[in-house]
């Protein structure tokens, strides 16, 4: 399991003054392992953001977590051959989700069709994600996701309370 790093105010890295930076990364590959391994990474580190860092973390966002986690790391070993590469950071109030693959092919949501079996990942991960966004790198792509640590009303996901 990779390491959970933070880091301190402005001059230590490019953050904002006052504002951590709390991360970990690990290396996947083989086979459907690597999704549990990467679920398994998401939630333990949301867990100590919580509990050992004081950082307010919703259950919500802890599932969605895994959520996104799950789609995003089962899309690059479907399409990617190779390795693939996953980041967890949270800034602000938002935990973002970065995988990196080698297929230099970007995603793309397809129309709704009630009738299609699978590949709705990435609708998935736009319907409760804060913000999704897809970049070509030197070598594949990168894909981040931005789930709320906190519960938003109205976000999907999200349930109100009375």
């Known amino acids: 399991m990779a390491a959970v790093r ?3 105010p402005a001059g230590e890295d490019d953050t904002a ?10 290396a996947l590959e083989g086979d459907g392992v690597c999704i549990a391994q990467a679920r398994h990474l998401a939630a333990g580190f949301l867990v100590h953001a919580r509990s050992g860092q004081g950082i ?3 259950q919500r966002a802890v599932d969605l977590t895994q959520l996104v986690v799950s789609e995003l790391v089962t899309n690059a070993r479907k399409y990617a051959p190779g390795p693939v ?21 970007l995603p793309v949501a397809r129309a709704s069709d009630a009738g299609r ?9 736009m319907a409760v994600a804060q913000g999704v966004e897809a970049r070509h790198e030197p070598v594949g792509k990168r894909i981040t996701a931005r789930v709320a640590l906190a519960d938003v009303p109205g976000l999907a996901g999200t349930r109100d309370k009375p």
């Not at 003054?17 to 690990?26: E, G, H, K, N, W």
């Not at 967890?88 to 935990?95: D, Q």
């Open 85 to 105: 590469l996953m980041e967890l950071r949270i800034t602000g109030e938002v935990v973002e989700v970065v995988v990196w693959d080698s297929d230099p092919v």
């Open 117 to 125: 079996v699978g590949q709705h990942g990435l609708e998935i991960v």
């Open 6 to 8: 933070g880091s301190g």
């Open 17 to 26: 003054p006052d504002a951590r930076v709390l991360q970990t990364a690990m």
């Open 56 to 58: 307010p973390v919703s």
